[in-house]
C-alpha cells in the first residue's frame, strides 16, 4: 500500500503563484510514475502533469508553460508549481503514485482562483 498526503492548496487571485506538494509513503517502489489531476465541480478527473522515476515529465496542454512538477526520490515528493492562475484552473487536484498499473491518490487539495 502506499498514502499520499498533499499539502498546498488554497485561495488565490488570477495571475497568483500557488505550490502543491504530495508526499508519498509506504511500499514505494524505484519504478514509479508520479503526477496531478484534478478535477473541477461537474467535471471528469483531467490529467495536469506527470513525472516518471527519471525525471520525464508530461504536462497537459492546458498548463503547459505556466505549471512545472518536480520530484525528490530521496524524499518520495512530488510538487506541482503553478504561476499565471486562472479561474479555469479551480478544481480539486489529487496526487497520483503509480506503480505498474496500480495507482494510489492522495484525498485532494482545493485550488480556487478568483477572477
Known amino acids: 500500500q502506499v498514502q499520499l498526503v498533499e499539502s498546498g492548496g488554497g485561495l488565490v487571485q488570477a495571475g497568483g503563484s500557488l505550490r502543491l506538494s504530495c508526499a508519498a509513503s509506504?511500499?514505494?517502489?524505484?519504478?514509479?510514475?508520479m503526477g496531478w489531476y484534478r478535477q473541477a465541480p461537474g467535471k471528469q478527473r483531467e490529467l495536469v502533469a506527470t513525472?516518471?522515476?527519471?525525471?520525464?515529465?508530461n504536462y497537459a496542454d492546458s498548463v503547459k508553460g505556466r505549471f512545472a512538477i518536480s520530484r525528490d526520490n530521496a524524499k518520495n515528493t512530488v510538487d506541482l508549481q503553478m504561476n499565471s492562475l486562472k479561474p479555469e484552473d479551480t478544481a480539486v487536484y489529487y496526487c497520483?503514485?503509480?506503480?505498474?498499473?496500480?495507482?494510489?491518490w492522495g484525498q485532494g487539495t482545493q485550488v480556487t482562483v478568483s477572477s
Open positions: 509506504g511500499s514505494i517502489s524505484t519504478i514509479n510514475v
Open positions: 497520483l503514485y503509480n506503480r505498474g498499473g496500480m495507482s494510489y
Open positions: 513525472i516518471t522515476y527519471g525525471g520525464r515529465t
